[in-house]
């Protein structure tokens, strides 16, 4: 029970391991199924991720997306850490934000080449620049407090607030991402779409 018990010390989630599983998943698994004409399916990822740099695109419904789609990533993982299922949650988050990254950049430049790995990339510029640290620093907190109930049976108020204290730090620099998506990734995936022409002159709207 005692080496179990110790799987969960603090600090002991190999981030950046489960990262790179999941990365290389999501490299080696685009290659391998792109003879089974994935090729169409990939077009339509790749034309929906442009439809968001579209100028036309309505600012509000996108802004609710992304605050719709970013807030419960970042708030159901938080809720999670309070039980002890975020042990469990955390390494399987991890695992798939690294597949997601080496999918999309795969099947990019499976699609498209060179110019495809640019947009992948554009995709995730620059609003993932506070994303990678706040997810990475996220899953950890909500594995250790999980592992902390897990141990103690139970929760303790001190921890509870020094939890939740961390939870909005890291909240506030994670707010900082969704801004940049919202306000600068649409102008950045519109300018890389217009100057490397991958649709050449077909409309895509």
Known sequence: MKKKLGLYKKGNLPVYGLFLIGFLAGVILPNLAWKYDWSQKTAASIYLLTSFADKNLEKQKYMLHVLRLRGSQFLIPAFCGLSVFGITFSVVEIVLIGFQTGFLMTASILQFGLQGGII???????QYILYFPCYFYLMKMVYEQSAEIWKNHGLF???ISRYF????LCGVLYAGGIVLE???NPPVMEILMKSLNIFGTADIS
């Open 120 to 126: 992948g990339i554009g995709a995730m510029f620059p």
């Open 157 to 159: 108020p001190t921890e």
């Open 165 to 168: 204290v961390k939870i909005l």
């Open 182 to 184: 919202i306000w600068c």
